[in-house]
């Protein structure tokens, strides 16, 4: 089994910059990627970041390309998602993702809110 603890939300104003962290404790070895989803109320949740956790590949949606970036350090079996310029609709709780095949796990989701 594995836990997914995230951390580093909060409210922030439109073109500010967040650091989340999501640390992975447990079954951590053989980890296939881990990542970022975010959902909003009435909406699905949707795919942010993932990156894959032997080689660093990178992968991100439309919506935040040149603007977040995810890293990882597999030492500490944590992944961080970097997020800048920050914009209103960024608003949204965000999930911790890891993929171990066949199993996803998920953390508890951590609100970030972009106001003025």
């Known amino acids: 089994q594995i836990h997914l603890t995230e951390s580093g939300g909060g409210l922030v104003q439109p073109g500010g910059s967040l650091k989340l962290s999501c640390v992975a404790s447990g079954s951590t070895w053989a980890i296939s990627t881990m990542g970022w989803y975010r959902q909003t109320p009435g909406k699905e949740r949707e795919f942010v970041a993932t990156i894959n956790w032997s080689g660093g590949n990178t992968y991100y949606a439309d919506s935040v390309k040149g603007r977040f970036t995810v890293s990882r350090d597999n030492t500490k079996n944590t992944v961080y998602l970097q997020m800048d310029n920050l914009k209103l609709e960024d608003t949204a709780v965000y999930y911790c993702?890891?993929?171990?095949?066949?199993?996803?796990?998920w953390g508890q989701g951590t609100q970030v809110t972009v106001s003025s």
């Open positions: 993702n890891l993929l171990k095949i066949p199993v996803n796990y």
